[in-house]
C-alpha cells in the first residue's frame, strides 16, 4: 500500500521548485510530456524571439507565463504541443550593445576603424552572450520550451525563407523603392519604419516653440507669420502653405504689419488692429524674402505662398512652413507644385558644409543657434517652449527627425483590406484590441519601409545593374552561386557581383539590410527553412493556434506576423492572441533603472517562488491591464493562496498517514456521503468545467480566481467544519468518506492547477498518485453530477452562520460559549445542513421563520460550565503545541484550580479527554508534567501535560 511521504508544514516555497526543476531535467520530464502526445492532433504555438544580448528582467516573465499555461493545458487536454524556442538575432538592438562595447558610435567608426567584417564577427558573438541566462532563466519559471531546436535568425536558411518572402512579395509588385520623408535615426543613421517608431513615443517631451515673420519682397513692412517647432527646418524652408478657404487677417503692431488666421489671433502679442481681411487663395503666390540663403534655388522658383490641403487652424497661426524634406506632407506638396529643393541637414543629422551659419551643428543643437540668429535679425515674432508627445529611437533614445531619402518599401496599403479582414477573423484577449488598438493601426497603415542602411541584418536581396539600372531579387543562395554554408551577412554578401541579362553589366547589391521585424515576422516559415525545406512541417504548423506577448508588439510583432502572412499566404498566422499589458511598479510606474524600482526576476523567484510570481500575473488583474508588482502583492499571493493551499496538503497528508488511507479501497458511493463532501464534490466538478470553459476560451483570469476560491472553501470551510471527522478514533464510513473526498479533492485542484503553478502542483501530485509528475496526467473530468440543491443549502447555511456571528459578535458572547438557541429567518434546512449550522454558531437548537436573526443570550449554569470546559481544552491544545507534541501523540493531563473551573472539568472531563487525547485527566500538581499558571475567564488554574 501506498504511503503518503510526511509533508513539512513549513515549506519553501523557492527551495521546492529548485529541487523540482532539477528533477524535471534529472527525469526528462518535459520530453516526456511530449513522446506521450506524438502523434496526436496538434495544437500550434509561436514563440516570439526575445533578442538574447541582455539579461532577461522581470516584464520577460509576464508573456512567458501565459505561453507556458497554454502549452501545459493544451498538453494535458491531449494535445501535442511543440514549443519551438526562438532567438532574434539581427537588427539595431544587437549592434548598438556592440557600439556600446567598442565605445564608439555611428557609421564612421564601424565602417573606417572597426570594418564591417569585425562589427558584424562581434555582432554575432554578442547574441550568444546571454543565452544561457535566457534558458536558465525559462527553466527557473518553468517555461518549458525546446532550446535544442531553437530557431536562430541569422542562420542562413533563415535568411533564405526571409529572402524568398520578399521575393514572393517582389513577384505580386508590392516592392519598391521610393524617395519618401521617413522617421529616422540621426545616431544610428537610418531610417526606420512605422511600427518601430510607434515604439518610441514619449510624452511631455519639451520642444521649442517659434512664430517667425516671412517678410513679403514687395512689402518688407509686412510679414507672413509661421509657425515650428522644429526650427531647424527653417534654413531649408521652401515654400508656405495657406489654405484657400481659410480666412485671414492682416493686423497692425507697431509700424510692422501681420498676417495670419483669423481663427488664430490668440497668438498675437497684443491687442489685435485688424487693417484688411482675405482668404487664403488671395494670399497665393505672394513671394517673400528667403530666411536664409542656402535653400535658394539655382534653377526653379521658390519662396512663395502656396495653397494645400494640410492647413488647419487647430494650432499655429494658420500657414505652414514647409521644408520640403523634413516633413511627409512638405515633401508630397513640393513634388506636386514643382518647388525644388536640396537638403541642407546630412545623414549624420549634422548640417551640411554649405549652410555655412549651423555646419557641423546637430539639429537639435542648432535649434537654439537658429533662434538666437533669427531674433538678432528682427524675424523672430516670438518664441516659447512646448510640451508634446515627440517620437524618439526605440533602440538608442536619439530624438527621432522626418527626413527624406531613398529607401525600400512595401506596398502594404494595398492589401489594407486583407489586413483588416484577416485580424477581425483573429481573436484578441482583450477583445477591444481587434478593432481598437490594432484595428486603428490598420486603418491608418502605410506602406512597409524594411530597409535599414545598417550592417547587422539580413541583407536585401536586392541586385541593380550599374549599366542599365534593371533590378533583380534573389530568393535563396544557389540562385547566385553560394552553398548553404556560405554567410550570407555583410561584407561578404556584398562582394557578390551578377552579371545582367538586360544588357550583361554589373549588377551590385543595394547597401542596405532588412527590417529585423521582417526576419521575426517570417518566422512561421523561416523557422523551418520554408519554402527550401520543411514544407510539411510548415503547412502541419501554420497558422498558429496560439500566441501571446505584452500590447506594444501590436505595433510590432502581431503587426509584421499578420502582415507578412496576408501578403504571402491571405491570412493571418495566428488564430488566438493574448496581449498583455506591462509590468508596472506598485505605484504604476513603468520600471526603469534610473528610477531605481527594478524588480530583478530572481529576487522575486528566490523571495516568493516563481509560482507566486505567475499566479500574480493571472489572478491579480483583467488581461490587457497594467501589473503592478512589488512584494507586498507577492507576500499577499503566497500568503493567502499558497500558504491556506499548502495547509489543506498537509492536513491531509497529516492524518492520512496516521489512519493508513488507502485511496485504492472502495470507494463510498457519493450520495451515501455527509453533506459536506457531497458539497465539496459537486463544487469542485464545477470548478473543472469553469477552468477548462475558461482556458478553451483562452480566458485565464477567472479559472485561475476560481481555483483560489475554491482553495478558500477547502480551508475554511470543508476542512474547518471536517476536522472531528478526521480526528475520531474509530475508522468508520464516514472517516473513509472524508478522506475520500478530501484526496480528490486536492488531487484535482493540483491537476487544474498544474498549468498554472507548475511547481507546487507537481509537489502535491507527485505525493498523492505515486510518484507521477501532473505535467503528465491528462487533465482532469468532473468526479461527481453537480448538485445545486446542496451547493444552495450550504450557502444559506454559512449565510446563517455569518449572520448567527454577527449577532454573538454584537452581544460579546464568545463563540466558544455555548447558548441554548438562535432564530434564523427563511425555512427550515434540512437537518444535516442545520447540524452543521448549530456546531459552528455553538448552540444547541434553531429555529427557521423568525423576522430578523435573534440569539438567546440568557447563559444557565449548565452552560457557563460547559463553555468552561471548552476554555480548558483550548488551554490544553496550547500546551500540547507549545510542547511540540504530534497531532496523535497521546498525553496525561493534571489540572490544580478550584471553584467554577473544577466543576467544569469534572462535570466534562470525557469531553476534555477524548478533545485532547488525554489518557488521564487529574487533579494536583506533579513536577514530572511540563505545566503552567494561567487565567482561564477570570479564573486562576495550572495545566501540566506529559506524553504517554
Ligand atoms: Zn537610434
Ligand atoms: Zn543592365
Known sequence: MRVFEKVDQRVSFPELEVQLMKRWKDEGTFQQSLDLREGRPRFVFYEGPPTANGKPATHHILARAFKDLFGRYKTMRGFYVERKAGWDTHGLPVEIEVEKKLNISGKFAIENEIGVERFNELCRQSVYEYVEDWVAFSERMAFWQDYEHAYWTLTSEYIQSVWWALSEMWKQNLVYKGFRVAPYCSRCATPLSSHELSLGYRDNVPDPSVYIRFRLKNDPKTSILAWTTTPWTLPGNVALAVDNDIDYIKVKEGDEYLILAEARLTVLQEPPQVVERMKGSDLVGLEYEPLYPYSVPEEGKAHYVVDADFVSTEEGTGVVHTSALYGVDDLRLCQEKGIPFKHTVGLDGKFLPYVEKFAGLHVKEADPVIIDD??????????????????????????????????????????????????????????????????????????????????????????????????????????????????????????????????????????????????????????????????????????????????????????????????????????????????????????????????????????????????????????????????????????????????????????????????????????????????????????????????????????????????????????????????????????????????????????????????????????????????????????????????????????GVEAGLAARDAARLKVRQPLASIALPGDPMPEEIAAIVRDELNVKSITFGAPEVKLDTVITEELKLEGLAREVVRAIQDRRKKAGLNVEDRIHTRYDADGMLVRAIERHGDYIKSETLSVTLSPGRDDGFDGEQMMLEGEQIWIGLKRN
Open 374 to 799: 533669427l531674433k538678432d535679425r528682427g524675424l523672430l515674432y516670438k518664441a516659447e517652449t512646448t510640451l508634446h508627445t515627440y517620437p524618439f529611437c526605440w533602440r538608442c533614445g536619439t530624438p527621432l527627425i522626418y527626413y527624406a531619402l531613398d529607401a525600400w518599401y512595401i506596398r502594404t496599403t494595398e492589401r489594407k483590406e486583407q489586413l483588416l479582414a484577416n485580424n477581425n477573423t483573429t481573436h484578441w484577449v482583450p477583445d477591444h484590441i481587434r478593432t481598437g488598438r490594432m484595428g486603428d493601426w490598420l486603418e491608418n497603415n502605410i506602406d512597409w519601409q524594411f530597409s535599414r542602411s545598417r550592417y547587422w541584418g539580413t541583407p536585401v536581396p536586392i541586385w541593380i545593374c550599374e549599366g542599365c539600372d534593371e533590378q533583380r531579387i534573389v530568393s535563396s543562395a544557389a540562385e547566385i552561386g553560394l552553398d548553404d554554408k556560405a554567410d550570407l551577412h555583410r561584407p561578404y554578401i556584398d562582394a557578390v557581383t551578377l552579371e545582367c541579362e538586360k544588357c550583361e553589366g554589373v549588377m551590385k547589391r543595394v547597401p542596405e539590410v532588412m527590417d529585423t521585424w521582417f526576419d521575426s515576422g517570417s518566422m512561421p516559415f523561416a523557422q523551418r527553412g520554408y519554402p527550401r525545406n520543411g514544407k510539411e512541417l510548415f503547412e502541419e504548423t501554420f497558422p498558429a493556434d496560439f500566441i501571446s506577448e505584452a500590447v506594444d508588439q501590436t505595433r510590432g510583432w502581431f503587426y509584421t506576423l499578420l502582415a507578412i502572412s496576408t501578403l504571402l499566404f491571405n491570412q493571418n498566422s495566428y488564430r488566438n492572441v493574448i496581449c498583455l499589458g506591462h509590468v508596472v511598479d506598485p505605484k504604476g510606474k513603468k520600471a526603469s533603472k534610473s528610477r531605481g524600482n527594478v524588480l530583478d526576476p530572481n529576487y522575486l523567484f528566490d523571495n516568493f517562488g516563481s509560482d507566486a510570481v505567475r499566479w500574480y500575473f493571472y489572478t491579480s488583474t483583467q488581461i490587457g491591464e497594467n501589473y503592478r508588482t512589488g512584494d507586498a502583492a507577492l507576500k499577499e499571493t503566497v500568503q493567502q493562496f499558497f500558504i491556506p493551499l499548502w495547509n489543506c496538503y498537509s492536513f491531509f497528508v497529516t492524518y492520512a498517514r496516521l489512519d493508513n488511507f488507502d485511496p485504492a479501497q472502495p470507494q463510498v458511493p457519493v450520495r451515501e456521503r455527509h453533506v459536506l463532501d457531497r458539497w465539496l464534490l459537486s463544487k469542485l466538478s464545477g470548478l473543472v468545467a469553469s477552468v477548462a470553459g475558461g482556458l478553451d476560451a483562452y480566458e485565464p483570469v477567472e479559472p485561475a480566481r476560481r481555483i483560489h476560491r475554491f482553495v478558500d472553501d477547502l480551508s475554511n470551510w470543508y476542512i474547518r467544519r471536517s476536522r472531528r471527522r478526521f480526528w475520531k478514533s474509530q475508522s468508520d464510513r464516514d472517516k473513509a468518506a472524508a478522506y475520500q473526498t478530501l484526496y480528490q479533492a486536492l488531487r484535482t485542484v493540483s491537476e487544474l492547477m498544474a498549468p498554472f503553478a507548475p511547481f507546487v502542483s507537481d509537489a502535491m501530485y507527485r505525493n498523492l498518485s505515486e510518484g507521477k509528475s501532473v505535467h503528465l496526467a491528462d487533465f482532469p473530468v468532473p468526479v461527481a453530477p453537480e448538485d445545486p440543491q446542496v451547493e444552495a443549502d450550504m450557502a444559506r447555511a454559512r449565510q
